[in-house]
Nanobody, 111 residues
Framework: QVQLVESGGGLVQPGGSLRLSCLAS????????MSWYRRAPGKERELVAG??????NYAESVKGRFTIFRDNYKNTMYLQMNSLKPEDTAVYFC??????WGQGTQVTVSS
C-alpha cells in the first residue's frame, strides 16, 4: 500500500538549514505530482512546494530559500530548507496529490 514517511525535522537556529526527506513506498514517486505542506500552530495548512515532472513551484514565503527535489533511485522526495526563519516553524508533511499523507515531521526554528 501507499506509504509516505517523513524525516529530518528538528530544532535549528534562525539562519540555519535542514533537509527533510519523504520516503515513498507502494508507488513510484517520479510518476506522480508530489508536494510538501506545513501547518504552523494556530494556522491552516499551507502548500510549501510541489514537484511534477520537471516542474517545481513554491510558496512566495519560501522562494529562494527552499528547494524541492527527488531522488528517483531512492524513491524519496526532499525539501532542502536554507536561511530558516522562526516563522518556518511548523509540522511539515509530504503528500501525493493530497490523497496520501505522511505523519509529519516537526521543524522548530528558534534561538
Amino acid at each position: 500500500q501507499v506509504q509516505l514517511v517523513e524525516s529530518g525535522g528538528g530544532l535549528v537556529q534562525p539562519g540555519g538549514s535542514l533537509r527533510l526527506s519523504c520516503l515513498a513506498s507502494g508507488f513510484t514517486i517520479r510518476l506522480y505530482p508530489m508536494s510538501w505542506y506545513r501547518r504552523a500552530p494556530g494556522k491552516e495548512r499551507e502548500l510549501v512546494a510541489g514537484i511534477s515532472g520537471g516542474r517545481t513551484n513554491y510558496a512566495e514565503s519560501v522562494k529562494g530559500r527552499f528547494t524541492i527535489f527527488r531522488d528517483n533511485y531512492k524513491n524519496t522526495m526532499y525539501l532542502q530548507m536554507n536561511s530558516l526563519k522562526p516563522e518556518d516553524t511548523a509540522v511539515y508533511f509530504c503528500s501525493r496529490q493530497e490523497s496520501y499523507w505522511g505523519q509529519g515531521t516537526q521543524v522548530t526554528v528558534s534561538s
